[in-house]
């Protein structure tokens, strides 16, 4: 079982670096259970191979529709303010729902560029000045279509999107009646969590085991360190103290390996 590919043979893995079954690991399950769970949070939030960038499409329905015409109330604090609660806001309820597995939405792609209408200004241009890429230069091409995208976003633009990674709702602020239809997508560029019971090679990430071994070393320490001092039958002392400075020092060490060599560049996932 070298290979762990499940959270009970990762801690299984990490138990027997600390010395199991030789020395006995005074951690309980619930504790192992919670620092796993805290370490592949941690390889999430900054590993580079616990997230993927990706794009999901959801279809829009007649109802989802009507829901962006609704508001709801958000009413000012009952304490420490002036009105004491008596001020009412609404909210629009212009948003869709999100899976939480996605971390951090990139951009909403638009979709309403494309068109088969011959008369649009992009078909005339690939028809009348690209019919042969031989004798025309691509050059000027390149340079009208950043004209025109240009042009678009001015005049045109797009809509503005709020995400939220703990509030799983994507805001899209737009006119939901005329801008899109009941049966029609929206596509979005997102960062998504690689979920690990499904992609279970991130259990044999060489940092990962390093870092679970580390923190059930940290929570061993801390749970000898309340019988500190206490002499055992042939004059052994535990040394829980000693654990957690070691553990610390790993850990450290580990977190600061992860964030220089092992994390995106922070600007690459801000949605």
Not at 214 to 226: D, E, F, S, T, Y
Request: contains cysteine; charged residues 25%.
């Amino acid at each position: 079982m070298a290979i762990p590919t499940t959270k009970a043979q990762l801690l299984s893995y990490a138990k027997r670096q600390l010395g199991e079954p030789v020395v006995e690991i005074n951690v309980d399950d619930d504790q192992a259970d919670d620092i796993l769970d805290d370490a592949l949070q941690f390889f999430t939030e900054y590993h580079y191979d616990g997230t993927i960038r990706t794009y999901l499409k959801h279809q829009i329905t007649q109802s989802e529709i009507d829901n962006q015409k609704t508001n709801s109330n958000v009413t000012s604090s009952t304490s420490g303010g002036s009105d004491n609660g008596a001020t009412t806001w609404l909210e629009g309820n212009n948003y869709i729902e999100l899976p939480e597995a996605v971390m951090s939405v990139v951009r909403v792609l638009d979709i309403s560029s494309s068109t088969n209408n011959m008369f649009d200004l992009r078909y005339q241009l690939r028809l009348n000045d690209l019919y042969d890429l031989n004798s025309t230069s691509i050059l000027h091409y390149e340079m009208v279509q950043q004209h025109l995208g240009m042009l678009d976003d001015m005049l045109v633009g797009s809509a503005f999107m709020r995400h939220s990674k703990h509030g799983n709702r994507l805001y899209i602020d737009m006119d939901w009646s005329a801008n899109i239809n009941a049966g029609e997508y929206i596509v979005i560029e997102c960062i998504r969590k690689q979920d690990p019971t499904t992609f279970t090679d991130i259990f044999n990430d060489v940092w990962l085991k390093k870092y679970t071994t580390a923190k059930l070393k940290l929570q061993w320490g801390q749970n000898l360190i309340k019988f500190e001092g206490i002499v055992l039958p042939g004059g052994i002392t535990l040394n829980g103290r000693q654990l957690v400075d070691d553990a610390k020092e790993e850990i450290t060490k580990l977190e600061e390996e992860l964030r220089l060599g092992y994390e995106l560049p922070v600007m690459d996932i801000v949605g």
